[in-house]
């Protein structure tokens, strides 16, 4: 009898192994490759890997790298924005157009930081566009979200980032429209 119910218990636990949960086995971004949005002061954000280099220019592989606030940071591969990096901020977090969860920052930036060349144009970083929409930088994604689009305007001076679950939410059409216009927002007239 001992026997049967300890060979009955090996079968059970060798199935719950085999039926693990899918999300288990998917591969997890890069630290240094994942944004996020808990609040104001507690986020991290794409930026240029090298010192004063523009958006765009940024915009291949290994080109980027994640950049929190001290309060967001999870790893020493991520950096660190200066306590100033937003001289005005704006956090909003909902329901979207079809009911699904987001979370945003939008507002002005100092143009003093490190990575930024401060006459940039500004570009975009996004997880569901790039080349065969696998985001660009390619792989990266927001921490509990879907999707996420990011726009860095340094000559702006303004920033904003949006993650979400639907992707109609975050647009990654609109690359060349600016911040207001991908994710309306308070951008308490930066310049």
């Not at 997890?28 to 958006?55: E, L, Q």
């Not at 909902?94 to 920052?105: I, M, V």
């Not at 994604?141 to 000559?155: A, D, F, L, R, W």
């Not at 679950?165 to 911040?179: F, I, L, Q, R």
Request: charged content about 20%; glycine content about 12%.
């Amino acid at each position: 009898m001992m026997f049967r119910a300890l060979t009955v218990l090996l079968s059970v636990t060798a199935l719950s192994v085999v039926a693990a949960p899918s999300e288990l086995l998917e591969s997890r971004a890069a630290a240094d490759n994942t944004v996020s949005i808990s609040s104001a002061t507690k986020f991290c954000m794409i930026m240029p890997r090298k010192a004063h280099t523009n958006i765009g220019d940024s915009e291949s592989p290994g080109g980027t790298k994640t950049y929190c606030s001290a309060s967001g940071k999870t790893s020493s591969s991520q950096g660190t924005l200066p306590s100033n990096f937003w001289t005005n901020v704006a956090f909003k977090s909902g329901k979207g157009k079809h009911g699904k969860s987001y979370a945003q920052l939008t507002g002005c930036i100092t143009k003093s930081f490190s990575q930024l060349n401060p006459k940039d144009g500004g570009g975009q970083y996004d997880s569901s566009g790039g080349a065969g929409g696998k985001g660009n930088p390619k792989g990266s994604v927001c921490t509990g979200y879907q999707h996420y689009v990011e726009i860095v305007e340094p000559s702006g001076p303004r920033a904003c980032i949006k993650c979400c679950d639907d992707p109609a939410d975050c647009p990654t059409n609109k690359d060349e429209d600016g911040c207001p216009e991908v994710i309306p927002g308070d951008y308490f007239n930066c310049g």
